[in-house]
């Protein structure tokens, strides 16, 4: 199994900055993407930032040029840098990883945090 660790969220006002960060530690034989999504009430969940084993990333239109994605590989550890954030950012931001937890596992498996609440409000 694999377990995600998040930190870093918290109240802010607009055109504040955060830094989400998400551990992932347990089983892991390899890593696919790692990254962020969240949820505001009433609303689906979606993808802000994805970063690839080979530091590709996929960033949401909506934070593109606001939000830079990251990642420690020797710690299995993604940040979420966050500037000049919009009330409309208010979300539970959820870390997901995909990848495979051990050699015997074949196909792609996905886990998610707990989340953590990002609220942009003056």
């Known amino acids: 199994q694999v377990q995600l660790v998040e930190s870093g969220g918290g109240l802010v006002q607009p055109g504040g900055s955060l830094r989400l960060s998400c551990a992932a530690s347990?089983?892991?034989?390899?890593?696919?993407?790692i990254g962020w999504y969240r949820q505001a009430p009433g609303k689906q969940r979606e993808l802000v930032a994805v970063?690839?084993?080979?530091?590709?990333?996929n960033v949401a239109g909506s934070v593109n040029g606001r939000f830079t994605i990251s990642r420690d590989n020797a710690k299995n550890t993604v940040y979420l840098q966050m500037n000049s954030l919009k009330p409309e950012d208010t979300a539970v931001y959820y870390c997901?990883?995909?990848?495979?937890?051990?050699?015997?596992?074949?196909?792609?498996?996905?886990?998610w945090g707990q989340g953590t609440q990002v609220t942009v409000s003056s």
């Open positions: 970063i690839t084993n080979g530091g590709s990333t």
């Open positions: 997901n990883f995909r990848g495979r937890p051990s050699i015997l596992v074949l196909d792609v498996r996905t886990y």
């Open positions: 347990g089983s892991i034989f390899s890593i696919n993407t």
